[in-house]
């Protein structure tokens, strides 16, 4: 228990930095940012008239108990005065505003430079990168500066992509596909996490979005789209055994060949499981021992998950971990 | 204080009478028997409702924690909203309106007192059978609202939803019911004089209410039984495999879901229309203004749903169409709070924990409204939906906006009802501890929805940096529990030693002050006439002239049927005594309905006898009948 | 200061018609009822939009002639049970038994024809989601005619004991009254579910 808050903490601390990795108030990206003038905008506009209002309610009633007076204005004029005419002007501007905040951030800034398809699963994210032939899951990586499109899709129940350092969320709903986008402005590691409630794991159904320098960028995808090597040893290839026999396959593929593929995207793709910083969308950190721990039980850090646990004698197990260790 | 007994008192209050025991419990049909069961039942689901809050807030209390398990959590939280919204609110504010509603407006009882006692029936085997369910551990656990796919047949399998089902589908009846009955009511038996624009400005708000229940909750009807299909045997609405829509759900559900905030918020700003006048000792200021906003709110409250759903993909034009509406509906808001604000200006107030209530529901709900406003803007509500900014704004608005003026209605008519004062004192350190504790476990939570943290979650990762303000939130859910439980032990001592209350201890100007404390069964002793909106501060006691003399020769229970707009006498109507058929009629529905889960020949069963029942309730006295 | 002094003993006893509280209360649940069959059309036409083909999977749209024909069968009870409505307040105990009866008969011959009708459906509410929203809609009306029907054999009886007269007849009217709104309310789901799908 203590290990695996340990764990668990760990991973938002080397996420996190000095806090504020998942804040709406410290955007990173266009969207963010034209959104949060909007909430400084709204916050201070409504806050202002709300104060003084109390503060005539709490001047009415202490006025009122010494009695007699009160404005010398007729009732109805200050009635309507008050509660329609002046609400309605600073509410009229208010639309206005968020009309105008809202068709601009809901269309990318500048045309986008490729697609990545995100689809829900319960409880992580598969990433799929069309336009340069990349299967990923729970860390998506994008190029500082442009825009990327978003097709957002969910494959059993709804589910919300939301990284709210560069962007609002969307939903991701069984049956549609939403387009949307994000650009981050500065390179970075942002944190996002489901926001629709979609069962027993969604609070820790997180995601990473990791801004590169376009350079730093393309040569993530090259290695993206390299398939799994050959298991190089005896060890590394009983391990590629042992995942086939021991059921792994039926859900988690590998690209290159050397794996049989059954239906693929139950669990995430794990060609470059070894590339990502995080285990289970985002909850542990990506070291030997969390992965060990994860695949022998991983209810212990996410009780409820479609993973079962993997009982395997002790040979199998690091056999198996020596040719996970393969894919990075 | 007892009226001095005449004879026709006696005749009255005999013919008016509940039947004595338990059988005459179960069979009373009186619509002050009614509301107070509607009340205290209520007040009970608040408490469990809460209990459930205490006890996720522990598990919020740090990161990582294990009060609860993820499974266990998810019931809490849907069992928390599903209980406050659907068995506490409403029905607190449906009680307290069926209890004043025929004293405000001078008759002795509602328009059709079975359907009264069958409300309640519905209502109360509701609840129990969710807690039952709860208790078992089958309970939902998708939300409030739960949203299909999670709800359907695929990722529910349990009996948790089809037991929400159920108990969403009679209290839909219980208030349909309780709806039709007041609108009618109102509409019928007003006392001689009463016009409509001397409508007393709560009957105004339960007025308005009801008739938002008629339109709001077949919505909300179909929808349940379409997910109950779904689940049971097999339709295909939400199931995007087959040509269905999870967004079917969403649509429909929020066609009901928006309008009833309003409903269970325009009632609660009635009480406080009834508090402020008589707090500051003059009539209320704007009546006519007031009254065309409570008007406004109905209406408008139906042209926002979307806003629950802008995050589902929808066309921005339409997104803004609907935000504008958003932030519109807080005009008719600010009319009302602008008409309280004039009226305690002028007038000369008189503290008291009612009025100290109200005050705090004025701050609060101003509070609530603002972040209203900020997240009916598409692009702010992308970045706050789903996240413990919108848990803030709801629970200022619903806690600040109905919790307070129900609590300052209690405080308000506890006098009327049961005859004593309660403590002053209690009453100040049970506010104080509430309106403090509200701001300690809600305020952090504006901060949490902007650093991020989503909804609907059993437990956060460490290094977040939320783990200070959900610490803090946690410990504010005492100092509020603490309050309310001042609240229910200043009852109780009250009700046992509390100072005797006589008719009209708050100076009062509406008709349930004319009478006693607690009013005899028969309401008034004579129906009054009522010469202008408030009846109480323009003729003195003494004077009697105008007054309708009751006829005691008739041995049924009788009511005066008054004209739609001016109120003028029209005819008598008869109305039944108690009966034990709406009991009979609640049982077979609730054995078809529940049948329908344990096996299927119980759904014909309880059918037969809920017709049964109904014919029995329906067929005319013997005396009625050619010999 | 006005001194209206009305005695109780003056006003009538229990107006019938429009004046009577159970009359509106009728009206209230009509408004209820017809508000969840205004939620059903707008399911239809929502699943519909979000369609490629409509009726879907091939489907072809409903016949029109039997639906037609029980459409004009369901209409055509309300004349006698109108003829009963009227009949009831000057005292015809015959209209009202007769014009019922009729009613019913003719409710029966609708019930019969919708059975038929469903017997040639290829599809049912499992089928997918138009099967659904076909057999929910037309469904939850049948249900409506059924309670019609009982609550008419209620009135029927009464009836017979000899308790409506011409001071005495709320119990005709509301049950007339529901009729109307089962019949009145067939018209939109007719047209929604067999001539939208050909029209629009």
Not at chain 2, 309 to 335: C, D, E, K, Q, R
Request: proline share 7%; hydrophobic share 55%; with cysteine.
């Amino acid at each position: 228990m203590t290990a695996r808050m340990a764990a668990v903490a760990a991973v938002a601390v080397a996420v996190a930095g000095c806090g504020g990795v998942q804040s709406v108030l410290a955007p990173a990206g266009p969207g963010a940012s034209r959104i949060s003038e909007l909430v400084w905008i709204l916050m201070v506009g409504t806050i202002v008239p709300a104060a003084v209002v109390i503060a005539l309610i709490l001047y009415a009633v202490f006025r009122g108990r010494r009695g007699g007076g009160g404005p010398r204005v007729g009732d109805t004029r200050l009635i309507v005065l008050g509660g329609a005419v002046l609400p309605g002007l600073i509410l009229l501007t208010f639309s206005a505003l968020s009309a105008r905040y809202s068709a601009e951030v809901a269309v990318p800034p500048s045309p986008p430079a490729f697609t990545v398809e995100v689809t829900g699963h319960q409880y992580w994210w598969e990433a799929k990168y069309p336009d340069h032939g990349v299967v990923t899951a729970n860390e998506i990586h994008v190029p500082v500066g442009q825009t990327v499109r978003l097709h957002l899709r969910a494959s059993d129940v709804i589910h919300s992509f939301w990284v709210p350092r560069l962007h609002g969320k969307m939903d991701q709903t069984p049956g549609h596909t939403n387009v949307w986008w994000i650009q981050a402005t500065e390179p970075g590691v942002f944190r996002g996490q489901c926001a629709e409630f979609c069962g027993l794991q969604h609070a820790l159904m997180a995601l990473l979005v990791i801004a590169q320098p376009p350079a730093e960028f393309d040569a993530w995808i090259a290695r993206q789209r390299q398939p799994a090597p050959a298991p190089a040893d005896p060890i590394r290839e009983r391990g590629r055994q042992v995942f086939v026999e021991a059921g792994c396959a039926h859900c988690h593929a590998i690209q290159g060949g050397h794996v049989p593929r059954f239906t693929g995207s139950v669990g995430p793709d794990l060609t470059h499981l070894g590339s990502r910083r995080t285990l289970a969308a985002a909850t542990i950190e990506n070291s030997r021992e969390l992965l060990r721990a994860f695949v022998v039980d991983p209810h212990v850090f996410k009780p409820g998950v479609r993973m079962p646990a993997t009982r395997l004698p002790a040979e199998q197990l690091d056999a198996l971990l020596a040719y996970l260790a393969t894919l990075q | 204080m007892p009226r001095p007994e005449t004879p026709i008192d006696a005749r009255l209050a005999s013919v008016w009478a509940t039947d004595p025991g338990f059988y005459g419990w179960l069979t009373a049909v009186n619509h002050r028997a009614i509301g107070l069961r509607y009340i205290a039942t209520a007040f009970v689901f608040l408490l469990l409702g809460g209990i459930l809050a205490l006890v996720m807030r522990l598990q919020l209390a740090g990161p990582g924690l294990a009060v609860l398990t993820p499974g266990g959590y998810n019931q809490f939280f849907t069992m928390h909203g599903s209980t406050m919204m659907f068995l506490f609110a409403v029905p607190m504010l449906e009680g307290i309106g069926i209890y004043l509603t025929p004293l405000m407006i001078g008759t002795r009882d509602m328009a059709f007192p079975r359907l009264n006692a069958f409300g309640y029936w519905v209502y109360a085997i509701a609840g129990v059978t969710f807690y039952v369910a709860f208790l078992f551990g089958t309970a939902p656990d998708g939300g409030w609202f739960n949203y299909p796919p999670f709800s359907g047949p695929g990722y529910s399998p349990g009996a948790g939803i089809d037991f929400w089902v159920t108990m969403i589908t009679f209290i839909e009846v219980a208030a349909l019911v309780a709806s039709v009955e007041l609108i009618v009511t109102v509409f019928k038996q007003r006392a001689p004089g009463m016009s409509l624009n001397r409508l007393p400005l709560f009957v105004w708000a339960q007025l308005v209410m009801a008739f938002m229940i008629v339109f709001a909750m077949p919505p909300l009807m179909l929808v349940s039984v379409q997910l109950m299909l779904d689940r049971v045997i097999g339709t295909h609405f939400f199931n995007p495999a087959a040509g269905g829509d999870p967004l079917l759900w969403q649509h429909l559900f929020w066609i009901f879901g928006h309008p009833d905030v309003y409903i269970i918020l325009l009632p609660a700003l009635g009480i406080v229309s009834m508090i402020v006048p008589v707090a500051a000792r003059r009539p209320m200021a704007g009546y006519t203004l007031v009254a065309m906003a409570i008007v406004a709110l109905g209406f408008l409250s139906f042209g926002l749903w979307v806003h629950h759903m802008y995050a589902t993909g929808l066309p921005v034009l339409g997104m803004n169409f609907f935000a504008a509406v958003g932030m519109m509906i807080t005009i008719p808001s600010a009319v009302q709070i602008f008409a309280w604000l004039v009226t305690i200006w002028r007038g000369r107030v008189v503290m008291t924990a009612a009025f100290l209530h109200v005050i705090g529901f004025l701050v609060l709900l101003i509070m609530g409204g603002i972040t209203g406003i900020m997240v009916s803007a598409p692009a702010f509500d992308w970045q706050v939906h789903d996240t413990y900014f919108v848990v803030a704004h709801f629970h200022y608005v619903i806690v600040g906006g109905a919790v307070f003026p129900i609590f300052a209605g209690l405080y308000f008519w506890f006098p009327k009802v049961t005859g004593r004062m309660l403590s002053e004192r209690l009453g100040r350190w049970s506010f104080w501890a509430t309106f403090i504790g509200l701001h300690i476990v809600f305020f952090p939570m504006h901060v949490l929805g902007f650093e991020g943290m989503p909804r609907r979650v059993y437990t956060y990762l460490a290094g977040l940096g939320w783990d200070g303000m959900n610490l803090v939130s946690t410990l504010g859910a005492f100092v509020m529990a603490a309050g309310i439980l001042l609240f229910l032990v200043n009852a109780v001592v009250s009700l046992l030693f509390g100072a005797r209350a006589g008719d009209d201890p708050w100076g009062g100007n509406t008709l349930e002050w004319a009478t006693s404390s607690p009013p005899p069964p028969y309401n008034f002793l004579t129906i009054p006439v009522v010469r202008s909106r408030d009846p109480l501060w323009d003729e003195t006691a003494a004077e009697h002239e105008g007054w309708v003399t009751s006829n005691p020769q008739h041995p049924r229970r009788d009511v005066m049927v008054t004209t739609l707009l001016d109120a003028a006498p029209d005819h008598i109507d008869l109305l039944p005594g108690p009966t034990i058929w709406p009991l009979w009629a609640a049982v077979g529905a609730a054995i078809a309905f529940l049948g329908s889960m344990i096996h299927l020949l119980l759904v014909p069963l309880g059918a037969l006898i809920a017709v049964v029942a109904f014919v029995a309730w329906l067929w005319p006295p013997r005396e009625e009948l050619p010999a | 200061m006005s001194r209206r002094r009305v005695r109780h003993a003056e006003l009538p006893r229990m107006v019938q018609g429009h004046g009577e509280t159970v009359w509106w209360g009728v009206v209230f649940l009509i408004t209820i009822e017809s508000m969840v069959f205004a939620s059903l059309i707008l399911s239809y036409f929502y699943l519909r939009a979000g369609a490629p083909a409509w009726p879907p999977d091939g489907i072809a749209p409903p016949d029109l002639l039997l639906p037609t024909v029980n459409t004009f069968v369901l209409l055509a009870s309300v004349i006698p049970v109108a003829w009963a409505d009227r009949g009831v307040r000057t005292g015809n105990a015959v209209a009202v038994r007769a014009g019922k009866l009729t009613g019913q008969a003719l409710l029966l011959v609708f019930l019969v024809l919708k059975v038929v009708e469903y017997s040639g459906y290829d599809y049912d509410w499992e089928t997918n989601a138009y099967g659904s929203i076909v057999w929910t809609t037309t469904g939850f009306h049948v249900a409506h005619v059924v309670v019609a029907l009982i609550k008419s054999s209620v009135v029927l009886a009464l009836s017979w004991k000899g308790y409506f007269n011409a001071q005495r007849f709320l119990g005709v009217q509301a049950n007339a009254l529901y009729w109307y709104f089962v019949a009145g309310i067939w018209v939109p789901i007719y047209l929604t579910l067999y001539l939208s799908p050909r029209v629009l």
